[in-house]
């Protein structure tokens, strides 16, 4: 039988009794491990979290937070050839994996950087400059940040097993927030092995981060306002945690990341032969392919100028030939397999919906020849091409298929792009692919109060650019309405999530003595 994985619970690892859910091999089918909670003590969990990792964290300043981290990122980069062994257990490529497991180090690493850069050598943050209240300046205020005293817990999705958890960890662990991390149960042995040596590096203190693997069982009775909830995943199961008593009873920080139909869109200047219409493609293309599609920041609608539809779409099938599908340990193979059967079927569904409003150019969702593996016990899937034959309907904005998947519509005129936009109700991503400053401008200025990030790809930026799909922690992640309307990364921002900001009135030498001993 598979390896039940452990939690590490009140400094301890805790092995549940029963059979769990067997997460099995994307290409293979294999057994991987098991996965289970069972029996594990929540208020423990929360316990630990609030009265020993907390405190232990306090204790150091920010800056010798942002130096654990340096050690911490350092301890993990010199074993991640383990990690790339296991990410291909998840469907995951090469490639796929670096996002993943160099992008989740390099982030901690970043943190590190940005913390050591920007906080103070104390435990409090000053927000902006004090602010004179009385005629004669003995009374003035100032806004400082401090350390939630609870716990944040961690809920992550199963696409970036390792990312997710580092991306949220580093701000935590910097703000002396104790983090207790729950992977998604498909995926968690990879989060699990990374975590074994979190632990086993001993850089951070007993109790600043635990690990629960399976479901979380009555876990947010214990939270309240104290606490912070990061969710990343569906936009159903958001809906599940935000509404817990946790949440709306107890005033819990809540924040999600959910999906979103992410857009790019081709300036109509980007005509076929200009670097702009190349990049455009090619950037479409690899946001089709990279972790299979599983990404929340894919691009879901291309919408491209109607005069040259034609064109981009026999562009991108060639670019589409080439993509070698199957078993993600075979080097010829360019993208691998969906995370699980389920999976599949799901997208497959998904395409079903879409294909009332778009009608398949490239790709057969019922069909692949993978190589290497066997199509009924992997979960492989060809890149799946679709052209809007209805812009009037609503699929293409609303269904989002979590796979190699993506849709064409045209446009005629800017405004007209503008609306086609918005009807995703909120994106975490959008990108803009011209080299016109004016249709630039109008098309940022219209669709930024829909999206947390817009990037502008041109031949000016485009060597040097890292894509539509990255979210990088220097800047703002996450999106408003669908997208979940939170907000992660960011530089600095992203430790003030996990710290309270409270307006300090009083004297001047009163407020220093306060912003001055941090
Ligand atoms: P999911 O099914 O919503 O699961 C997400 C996480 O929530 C998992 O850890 C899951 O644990 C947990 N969960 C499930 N039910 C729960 C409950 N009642 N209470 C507390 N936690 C619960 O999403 P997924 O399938 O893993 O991920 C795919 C989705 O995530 C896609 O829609 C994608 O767009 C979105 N996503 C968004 C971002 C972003 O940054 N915005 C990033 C990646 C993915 P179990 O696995 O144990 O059920």
């Given at each position: 039988?598979?390896?039940?994985?452990?939690?590490y619970v009140?400094?301890?690892?805790?092995?549940?009794?029963?059979e769990?859910?067997?997460?099995?091999?994307?290409?293979?089918?294999?057994?991987?491990?098991?996965?289970?909670s069972?029996?594990?003590?929540?208020?423990?969990?929360?316990?630990?979290?609030?009265?020993?990792?907390?405190?232990?964290?306090?204790?150091?300043?920010?800056?010798?937070?942002?130096a654990?981290?340096?050690?911490?990122?350092?301890?993990?980069?010199?074993?991640?050839h383990?990690?790339?062994?296991?990410?291909?257990?998840?469907?995951?490529?090469?490639?796929?994996?670096?996002?993943?497991?160099?992008?989740?180090?390099?982030?901690?690493?970043?943190?590190?950087?940005?913390?050591?850069?920007?906080?103070?050598?104390g435990?409090?943050?000053?927000?902006?400059?004090?602010?004179?209240?009385?005629?004669?300046?003995?009374?003035?205020?100032?806004?400082?940040?401090?350390?939630?005293?609870?716990?944040?817990?961690?809920?992550?999705?199963?696409?970036?097993?390792?990312?997710?958890?580092?991306?949220?960890?580093?701000?935590?662990?910097?703000?002396?927030?104790?983090?207790?991390?729950?992977?998604?149960?498909?995926?968690?042995?990879?989060?699990?092995?990374?975590f074994?040596?979190?632990?086993a590096?001993?850089?951070?203190?007993?109790?600043?981060?635990?690990?629960?693997?399976?479901?979380?069982?009555?876990?947010?009775?214990?939270?309240?306002?104290?606490?912070?909830?990061?969710?990343?995943?569906?936009?159903n199961?958001?809906?599940?945690?935000?509404?817990?008593?946790?949440?709306?009873?107890?005033?819990?920080?809540?924040?999600?990341?959910?999906?979103?139909?992410?857009?790019?869109i081709?300036?109509?200047?980007?005509?076929?032969?200009?670097?702009e219409?190349?990049?455009?493609?090619?950037?479409?293309?690899?946001?089709?392919?990279?972790?299979?599609?599983?990404?929340?920041?894919?691009?879901?609608?291309?919408?491209?100028?109607?005069?040259?539809?034609?064109?981009?779409?026999?562009a991108?099938?060639?670019?589409?030939?080439?993509?070698?599908v199957?078993?993600?340990?075979?080097?010829?193979?360019?993208?691998?397999?969906?995370?699980?059967?389920?999976?599949?079927?799901?997208?497959?569904?998904?395409?079903?919906?879409?294909?009332?409003?778009?009608?398949?150019?490239?790709?057969?969702?019922?069909?692949?020849?993978?190589?290497?593996?066997?199509?009924?016990r992997?979960?492989?899937?060809a890149?799946?091409?679709?052209?809007?034959?209805d812009?009037?309907?609503?699929?293409?904005?609303?269904?989002?298929?979590?796979?190699?998947?993506?849709?064409?519509?045209?446009?005629?005129?800017?405004?007209?792009?503008?609306?086609?936009?918005?009807?995703?109700?909120?994106?975490?991503?959008?990108?803009?692919?011209?080299?016109?400053?004016?249709?630039?401008?109008?098309?940022?200025?219209?669709?930024?109060?829909?999206?947390?990030?817009?990037?502008?790809?041109?031949?000016?930026?485009?060597?040097?650019?890292?894509?539509?799909?990255?979210?990088?922690?220097?800047?703002?992640?996450?999106?408003?309405?669908?997208?979940?309307?939170?907000?992660?990364?960011g530089?600095?921002?992203?430790?003030?999530?996990?710290?309270?900001?409270?307006?300090?009135?009083?004297s001047?030498?009163?407020?220093?003595?306060?912003?001055?001993?941090?």
């Amino acid at each position: 039988m598979a390896e039940m994985l452990a939690s590490y619970v009140a400094g301890t690892w805790y092995t549940a009794p029963d059979e769990g859910v067997l997460a099995v091999d994307a290409s293979t089918g294999d057994p991987v491990a098991r996965v289970s909670s069972t029996g594990l003590n929540t208020l423990a969990v929360v316990d630990h979290a609030r009265r020993v990792g907390g405190p232990a964290l306090r204790r150091l300043t920010f800056q010798e937070r942002a130096a654990a981290l340096k050690a911490l990122a350092t301890h993990l980069d010199g074993r991640k050839h383990a990690y790339y062994e296991l990410s291909t257990a998840t469907g995951a490529t090469k490639r796929d994996s670096a996002v993943d497991i160099d992008g989740g180090i390099a982030t901690m690493f970043a943190f590190s950087g940005m913390g050591k850069r920007e906080l103070p050598d104390g435990y409090v943050l000053a927000d902006g400059d004090e602010v004179q209240m009385g005629k004669e300046g003995t009374f003035v205020g100032r806004h400082v940040y401090t350390a939630l005293p609870g716990t944040a817990l961690q809920i992550n999705a199963f696409n970036f097993p390792v990312w997710g958890m580092l991306e949220k960890l580093a701000p935590a662990v910097l703000a002396g927030v104790p983090s207790i991390v729950k992977p998604a149960t498909q995926t968690a042995y990879l989060t699990a092995a990374v975590f074994r040596d979190i632990i086993a590096s001993g850089v951070l203190p007993d109790g600043a981060v635990q690990l629960v693997c399976g479901g979380l069982g009555d876990l947010l009775d214990h939270l309240g306002g104290e606490d912070v909830i990061a969710f990343t995943g569906s936009a159903n199961t958001a809906a599940v945690v935000r509404g817990n008593a946790a949440v709306t009873a107890r005033a819990a920080r809540f924040n999600a990341e959910t999906d979103s139909l992410n857009c790019s869109i081709l300036g109509p200047d980007a005509v076929p032969g200009t670097e702009e219409f190349d990049l455009f493609v090619k950037e479409v293309a690899r946001e089709m392919t990279v972790k299979a599609g599983q990404k929340c920041t894919a691009i879901r609608r291309a919408f491209v100028p109607r005069p040259v539809v034609d064109d981009f779409v026999t562009a991108l099938q060639t670019r589409l030939a080439k993509v070698v599908v199957g078993n993600p340990r075979n080097d010829a193979v360019t993208m691998g397999a969906l995370v699980s059967l389920r999976q599949r079927d799901e997208v497959r569904g998904a395409l079903r919906a879409l294909g009332r409003a778009a009608q398949i150019v490239s790709g057969d969702p019922e069909k692949v020849e993978p190589l290497d593996a066997d199509p009924q016990r992997g979960a492989f899937m060809a890149p799946t091409l679709l052209v809007s034959t209805d812009t009037d309907r609503s699929e293409p904005h609303e269904v989002e298929a979590f796979g190699p998947v993506s849709t064409v519509i045209a446009y005629e005129t800017p405004d007209d792009v503008v609306d086609l936009a918005a009807r995703g109700n909120g994106s975490l991503v959008g990108s803009i692919v011209s080299h016109d400053p004016d249709f630039v401008r109008h098309i940022v200025l219209a669709t930024a109060p829909h999206h947390g990030r817009l990037l502008v790809l041109d031949r000016d930026c485009a060597a040097e650019s890292t894509g539509h799909g990255t979210p990088m922690p220097q800047m703002v992640h996450g999106g408003p309405g669908r997208a979940g309307g939170g907000e992660e990364l960011g530089g600095v921002r992203a430790v003030k999530h996990y710290m309270q900001r409270t307006a300090l009135q009083g004297s001047p030498a009163a407020i220093a003595a306060v912003v001055g001993a941090g």
